[in-house]
């Protein structure tokens, strides 16, 4: 695709574009490259002193995603991000924080981690409630339920066969896939793991990284 003249500057000219501020400083909070594509998230600090998170994302698609589902959900006061600006790849967001769930999981008393999972699927629930509210899910597209994505799960019963050294059962793969197949109805987020929410100082749980979200 073709790359927009932002896109080809620095992130921190990137985020003073988003911003009008002067970068004070910056860090990588999780890998300067998380992933294969070039995914990676910046924490900002601005010449004012405040902190944002600069997200890039390597598929403009996904971008939107993200950018559509922060827009509406902090417009209700979900458990999200707040989104302050989007140009292409780039998502600027408001900086939580605190560790993230998989950082305090089983850290203290195990009544202490019941709670604080009890929070986490509470604030799911609360974000599912106010996506079905607002009829967020009529903007989005399905997400995993393609017939490509039910095969490449099946596809993993064999790999499992390999690594385990097992021998693998016939397998009815039209009645695997007929079970995998779903109408979408609801919007989710589909990759809601520990490592995705952060656990703020009041106990709340945020949820962030939405880029993978859609109607299941």
Same mark, same amino acid.
């Given at each position: ?25 910056? =860090? ?26 600069? %997200?890039?994302? =390597? ?14 959900? %902090?417009?209700? =006061? ?44 509470? %604030? ?41 050294? =097992?021998?693998?059962?016939?397998? @009815?793969?039209?009645?695997? @896939? ?7 109805? %609801? ?30």
């Amino acid at each position: 695709r073709a790359v927009g003249a932002l896109e080809l500057k620095t992130p921190q000219n990137i985020f003073t574009n988003l911003t009008g501020l002067k970068v004070s400083k910056f =860090s990588f909070p999780g890998l300067k490259r998380r992933d294969k594509r070039g995914n990676f998230v910046m924490l900002i600090t601005a010449c004012n002193g405040i902190e944002y998170i600069l %997200s890039f994302r =390597s598929s403009l698609k996904l971008a939107s995603v993200e950018e559509i589902a922060l827009r509406n959900l %902090s417009k209700e =006061s979900a458990p999200v991000p707040k989104l302050i600006n989007r140009t292409g790849s780039w998502l600027l967001q408001e900086y939580i924080s605190g560790p993230r769930l998989s950082e305090v999981l089983g850290r203290g008393k195990l009544d202490q981690s019941y709670d604080i999972l009890e929070t986490a699927i509470s %604030s799911l629930l609360q974000i599912q409630d106010l996506a079905r509210k607002i009829g967020l899910g009529k903007h989005m597209k399905p997400i995993c339920n393609s017939h490509a994505w039910r095969n490449e799960r099946t596809g993993w019963l064999t790999s499992l066969a390999d690594v385990s050294n =097992s021998s693998l059962p016939k397998l @009815n793969e039209e009645q695997i @896939n007929s079970v995998l197949t779903v109408k979408p109805t %609801s919007f989710v987020k589909w990759d809601a793991r520990p490592g995705n929410a952060i656990l703020t100082k009041n106990a709340k749980v945020i949820w962030f990284d939405w880029e993978h979200c859609g109607c299941r």
